[in-house]
């Protein structure tokens, strides 16, 4: 490319992701409405035989929407941004758009095998972390991928500054590879026994407690790399780009930057409190995970105070609409979480409804939102069109937020309700409340989260057919939007 001519940036890669994401976004979703409903109406578990019941399911809906559609989302957004801001085409390197198929190849792949051996029922039980050893070998591979992805694009980048997105993805890939390798430490039991059982089946190299430690570091950093850090390198390109304002304050970006790294890190004691490990561990996954309050809402205020001035792009553009709201339920979710996590709260939250109240008002609020917002700011670029509908865009955003608001209220209400049954005592020192008082009492609740968690899976879809529309039919435009996407009515 000689000085001076237009970089002719290279969406395959970036559309091939974009379509994953809108795939196992709707398997996960649907599968956690089924879910919901099974918990409302427990009938619903017999329907499919064994393969229909909630244990079988639970692990499709949490790597679905993690792994599946969350993941997909930030490679997405990482072949889109990185291109942009590095101001370097992919198809520039034939070796790095090699790499880049390669990693969506493999990526591809894990997920659908993901999807066929959970079914089948083979799992590790750990938490976000149930895929057996085989499948963990690929992730490696398609990590890796991305990582030479990553340092070959900054390698060969024309804007010698690296944006503050860049470096939020930089620590989402270097995190995850080295919580993912040390918790996944596993001695597949086939061949360790001389051929007994299943050579799928593998057994864990920690125990004990101890398992349950690296478990928690590596399952709150999930969320941690996953769920908050990737999301925010979005955030920190559309939000600006979206409203043609500067983000408000680049100092502060960096600060909550090094702050968010160093103290999530030690925050996962948190979810193992009142448990065997260490108390001062306990104390101290609690005073961290208060502390996280101040580079999260530094985040997020950064990203409320873009729109200083600029707050009237509410009325008119629904993809500001969806990134400020996103960026409020970032707000919410991350002092609901440290709140969780004092031990006089904990001591009722625990083991409730409260908790995945907690993680869905996180999720569906924030990262889903901010996904979907940055997946329709693309598709003009991407696709050279117009977003195929505004009233279509705006119907989904006020179903989704209310199917957000049924969703985190009633369990809320459901969590505190069970805490403070389980632990109500009569004059005798007896338990008033037997456990099944606890499950009936509930039943109304899970009932309004079902009936949100539809409402949102009604406007995903919603989302996915303007998507489709946008890439087949929306109209031709002439030029790159420079700001503000163009949506017909």
């Known amino acids: 490319m000689q000085n001076g001519a237009r970089i002719e940036y290279d969406y395959s890669v970036a559309k091939a992701f974009t379509f994953a994401t809108i795939l196992f976004g709707i398997i996960g979703m649907v599968v956690g409405v089924v879910l919901a409903f099974q918990l409302a109406f427990p009938e619903l578990n017999h329907l499919a035989g064994e393969y229909g019941t909630f244990s079988r399911l639970r692990p499709l809906h949490t790597n679905g929407v993690a792994f599946g559609f969350t993941l997909s ?9 990185a291109q942009r801001v590095l101001k370097v085409s992919l198809k520039e390197s034939p070796f790095l758009m090699t790499v880049a198929k390669l990693h969506f190849v493999l990526y591809f792949i894990t997920i659908l095998l993901a999807v066929v ?31 030479v992805s990553i340092f070959g694009l ?13 470096w939020y993805y930089i620590a989402a890939f270097i995190a995850i590879a080295m919580l993912y390798l040390f918790n996944n430490m596993e001695v597949p039991t086939y061949f360790a026994s001389g051929g007994y059982g299943s050579w799928l089946h593998s057994v864990s190299m920690y125990s004990g407690t101890n398992d349950a430690i690296v478990q928690w570091w590596y399952g709150h950093n999930a969320v941690a790399f996953v769920f908050t ?27 909550a930057f090094w ?26 996954g609690s005073v961290m995970s208060v502390v996280l309050i101040l580079p999260s809402w530094g985040s997020a205020i950064n990203m409320l105070l873009t729109m200083k001035g600029e707050w009237k792009q509410l009325q008119t553009n629904t993809l500001i609409k969806f990134m400020i709201l ?8 991350t002092i609901e979480g440290p709140i969780q996590s004092i031990k006089s709260v904990n001591a009722i939250a625990h083991f409730t409804d409260w908790i995945p109240g907690h993680v869905h008002d996180g999720v569906l609020g924030w990262v889903v939102f901010m996904i979907m917002a940055a997946l329709f700011h693309m598709a003009p670029r991407m696709y050279g069109r117009e977003i195929y509908s505004k009233s279509l865009m705006d119907t989904q955003f006020w179903l ?14 459901a969590g505190i309700t069970q805490g403070m049954m389980w632990r109500a005592y009569d004059e005798y020192g007896s338990l008033v409340y037997s456990f099944i008082d606890t499950v009936t009492v509930l039943q109304p609740y899970y009932t309004i989260r079902a009936v949100g968690g539809l409402l949102y899976l009604i406007g995903f879809f919603m989302f996915s057919y303007n998507m489709y ?3 087949t039919a929306g109209r031709i435009l002439d030029k790159e939007p420079l700001n503000a996407s163009p949506v017909a009515a």
């Open 73 to 81: 989302g930030i490679f997405a957004t990482w072949y889109y941004v």
């Open 117 to 147: 051996t959970l079914f089948m029922g083979y799992t590790t039980s750990k938490e976000y972390a149930e895929l057996e050893w085989p499948l963990d070998i690929l992730v490696v591979v398609w990590w890796v991928l991305w990582g």
């Open 154 to 166: 900054i390698g060969i980048r024309r804007e010698r500054t690296l944006y503050i997105s860049i």
């Open 229 to 255: 850090v990737p999301i925010i390198a979005m955030i920190y390109y559309f939000l600006p780009k979206e409203s043609g304002q500067n983000v408000y304050s680049y100092k502060l970006s960096i600060l």
């Open 259 to 284: 702050g968010l790294l160093f103290v999530y890190l030690w925050a996962g004691g948190h979810h193992l409190i009142y448990s065997t490990v260490p108390d001062w561990m306990q104390t101290m």
């Open 326 to 333: 996103a960026s409020t339920f970032y707000m919410l979710s």
């Open 400 to 413: 989704q937020t209310t199917g957000i608001v049924l969703y985190f209220t009633s369990m809320w209400i």
């Open 469 to 471: 529309k946008t890439a």
